[in-house]
């Protein structure tokens, strides 16, 4: 489990293809300190520690590779890491999992003053769970969804963020990974919900459970 706030960034060293899956090496940008089969989130996505002498190297199996962007890493591409939550930390974030729900585009990318505005396309499996002032986990990076759509939804980025992290550099047409909140899913399990209804709105209100 993870909270979201990125604890450093790192920077991609081998991208090595094992058959159907690939050995992913990183170098962190600053102290990072892991050990062997510890869990870390790489963009977002929960990965065990397989080797580390100054670089952490992870096995990537084919179905991350088919869900993540993980795939589309190449060498020196700038990451997101962040060590699996322990019981005594600070949630400051969110309650991540690290596991990727689908991948997300960037639609669009707007400097307003010192904030950054992202614009993302997303899955129907993904909006369905996503809310206005709700959290979402995009590369990893806990962040709070400002608008949406029937298609997409905006966060804005300050610039601690759009440094800290690799999500500054992300253009239109990047794809990202998405997570929704973990909160909405397991309300959706408990409430019954099927796969025919047209939202988790919609239940809530049949429910009683809000009047918006």
Do not use: W
């Not at 002498?53 to 997101?80: A, H, M, Q, W, Y």
């Not at 939550?85 to 003053?113: A, E, M």
């Not at 129907?124 to 206005?132: E, F, G, S």
Request: glycine fraction near 12%; hydrophobic fraction near 35%.
């Amino acid at each position: 489990m993870f909270t979201g706030l990125v604890e450093t960034s790192g920077t991609v060293t081998t991208v090595r293809n094992t058959g159907n899956g690939i050995i992913l090496s990183v170098k962190p940008l600053s102290e990072f300190e892991v050990s062997l089969g510890d869990s870390v989130s790489v963009n977002g996505v929960c990965l065990t520690v397989t080797k580390h002498n100054g670089d952490i190297s992870f096995d990537v199996s084919p179905e991350t590779l088919r869900s993540t962007n993980l795939g589309n890493l190449k060498i020196s591409d700038k990451i997101n890491l962040e060590r699996a939550l322990r019981l005594s930390d600070r949630l400051g974030g969110h309650l991540v999992t690290g596991h990727v729900d689908n991948i997300g585009i960037v639609l669009g990318k707007k400097q307003v003053g010192e904030y950054t505005f992202y614009t993302f396309e997303a899955p129907a499996d993904v909006l369905k769970y996503i809310v206005k002032k709700g959290s979402v986990a995009i590369d990893g990076i806990s962040l709070t969804v400002v608008d949406l759509d029937h298609r997409s939804f905006s966060v804005a980025i300050i610039p601690h963020t759009a440094a800290a992290t690799n999500i500054g550099g992300r253009g239109i047409g990047d794809r990202v990974n998405l997570e929704a909140d973990i909160i909405g899913k397991y309300v959706e399990k408990l409430l019954g919900k099927k796969e025919t209804d047209t939202g988790l709105m919609e239940l809530l209100r049949e429910k009683g459970f809000t009047n918006e």
